[in-house]
Structures are given as C-alpha cells and as structure tokens.
C-alpha cells in the first residue's frame, strides 16, 4: 500500500470546501439562558437558583433582547462570529509567559526503535525530520493534502494555513497573529528559510533551492552540521530568543526597544518572524517521554521561540515540539 495515498488527494484541493463551509450560527437567547442556568443549578440553594433565575428572566426581557440582536448583526458580516471574541479573551489578551503557560508540547514516541536515543543521532535526525516537515510543507503549498472529511462531511481545514510562516507578535494589552503562509495559487512563498537556535545562538538556514524545491536530506545534514561545528568553537550566548518566554507585555515593551535602536535589529526581526519555522538544536539528552515532554516545554532559556512553532532535536536524536497553542484554536 502507498502510505501517500492516505493523505495525499489526487481529486480534491486542500481547501476547497472552506468557503461551502456553513457559517456559525447564533443560539437563540432562550437556549443560551437555559444553559446558563443548567450550569449554575448544582452550584447554589434553591433560595440562591431562584434569585438567579429571577435576575435571568429580567435580562431576557430587557439587556438580553437588544445584545441578542447586535450579536445577529455580526453574525451577518462574519463566517464565525465568535471567533475574533474567542481568540483574544482566551488567548492574545492573557500577559501571563507563553512559556510555560500556555503552549503546547509533543514528542516522537521512544517505542518506535528507529526513533530510540543515540549519541550521534542529533543531525542526521535533525535532517531527516525537518526533510519530512518540509515535504508536508510543500503538500500544503499544493493544496494536496486530504481535506478532513469524516463520514463523508467537510471539516474546515483553515488551521492548517498556521502551520508555517506564522508568528505571534507581542503587543501592549493583546499580541497579533501573523499568518503568512501562501499556497501556490496565492504567490510564492513569504520566506524560504528556517532559523535554527543552537547554544544561545541563532542561525537563518534556507531550506528551499531557486525553483522552489526543498532540500534533500544530505544538503540539509551539511547544513546543521556546519552550524553545530561553528556554535562548538563559541561560547553559550544570552539571545533574544530569551527574552520570549517574558511576560507579553514586557516582551512587547523590550521587542520595540530592541527594533528601535538599529535598523539592522528591525530587519533581524523581520526575517525571524517570518521564517517557516523553528528548529532548536538542544544540548539536553531526555530518556524517557517524560523527560522528553517536560525540557520540550521548559529546556534551556534561549532554546525556543515562544511566538511560534518550534521542531527540537535534543543531543540524543529525541524529537520533541513546543508551539503556541492560539495558532490551533480557531472555533
């Protein structure tokens, strides 16, 4: 069997059914009460739930009309009416560190023996995923991969535009997300490079050739390799990337100073923050998944760009990634 063909489509378009996608629809405000007050039952006396019902009851003869009609207003003027509300309450708008806070982690489980730790491991495993990340990169770029359709019904396919070329740039009050991404059809892409972070340093490697190809996995081996050769004639650096896992709103204050004393470190900026992705060459060496989960999501101050989507490659060839969970939460 052609495990391709279990993900890869030769009839229909990545996206295709996003825009036949119906729009989310607004509860009507007696439905939205009733669960409201279904929520609040097992939590008060009977004396307490009759007072809130009373005060619900108000609310629906008065506040609750007129905000029922303006919530129907936006619905009109929007696919998902909720989703702008959603994204920067549960997410943008919290000023607590991305890092440990709130992104996610996931590892390549140490069960499968092609994936088991080993000294020499690190780069050609560097290699070998980020080849293999790429090639689903480039299935996106395409449009090729399957759209989720289970039991024949379309699921929107909108979060995989975040996957790559995507960051989340701090700001007073609540961040911004950058998405970037472009199919084929949209224009070539933002960027043709990953940056690379390796002992407190960071690294710009292009992973694509002039016509668009990305590279094999032997031209990116010599690429990691000169990069981990170089950062061992260096001592360890405090980077920027430190400076990520800080509160939002003094990331946000410290990123501004930062673009603002030299044009050269605005550029620098511009040029991490639109990278494909994130690839951290890790000194630690895990030995279990949870060791593995646990540095993946803390590690080394420096190691992980904490606006966005990092691959990690720990020193024994154990894969891990730690990404900021609001690319992935779209209603």
């Known amino acids: 069997m052609d495990i391709k063909s279990l993900f890869v489509s030769q009839s229909e378009t990545t996206f295709q059914f996003d825009d036949q996608l119906p729009s989310l ?7 939205t009460l009733n669960l409201y007050l279904q929520s609040v039952r097992p939590h008060v006396t009977d004396d307490e739930f009759a007072t809130t019902t009373a005060i619900v009851e108000d609310f ?4 609750g009309t007129r905000l029922q009609a303006l919530l129907l207003k936006r619905q ?16 943008l ?37 980020t080849y293999f990340v790429l090639e689903y990169y480039q299935l996106l770029r395409a449009e090729k991969l399957k759209p989720d359709k289970p039991r024949g019904v379309s699921w929107s396919m909108c979060q995989f535009r975040r996957c790559f070329h995507s960051i989340r740039i701090p700001e007073q009050f609540a961040d911004k997300l950058v ?3 472009l199919t084929e059809r949209d224009g070539p892409p933002p960027s043709t490079h990953v940056i690379v972070l390796c002992k407190g340093h960071i690294y710009k490697m292009f992973v694509m050739d002039k016509e668009g190809r990305h590279l ?37 204050k410290n990123r501004k100073l930062l673009a603002s004393l ?49 691959l990690i490659i720990f020193a024994n060839g154990t894969v891990a990634f730690n990404a900021d969970v609001s690319f992935f939460s779209r209603n």
Not at 76 to 84: A, F, G, H, I
């Open 216 to 252: 094999n996995p032997t031209e990116l081996e010599q690429q990691f390799q000169h990069i981990w050769t170089e950062c061992q004639k260096q001592p360890r650096r405090s980077n920027v990337a430190s400076l990520t896992y800080d509160n939002r709103d003094s990331w946000a």
């Open 93 to 129: 708008s919290q000023r607590l560190p991305l890092i440990p806070y709130s992104n996610t982690v996931g590892l390549l489980p140490l069960r499968d023996p092609l994936w088991a730790p080993h000294s020499i491991a690190q780069i050609p495993r560097a290699a070998l995923v």
């Open 60 to 63: 629906q003869r008065n506040e």
């Open 262 to 310: 030299h044009g050269t470190n605005y550029d620098n900026l511009c040029e991490v923050e639109k990278a494909i992705m994130f690839i951290s060459l890790d000194e630690a060496e895990p030995t279990t998944d949870s060791e593995i989960v646990r540095l993946a999501l803390g590690g080394e101050v420096g190691g992980r760009w904490a606006d966005s989507i990092n």
């Open 179 to 181: 998405c970037s991404f």
């Open 25 to 31: 629809p607004v509860p009507t405000l007696k439905h």
């Open 76 to 91: 009109k003027t929007r696919r998902n009416w909720l989703e702008e509300w959603w994204e920067t309450a549960a997410y």
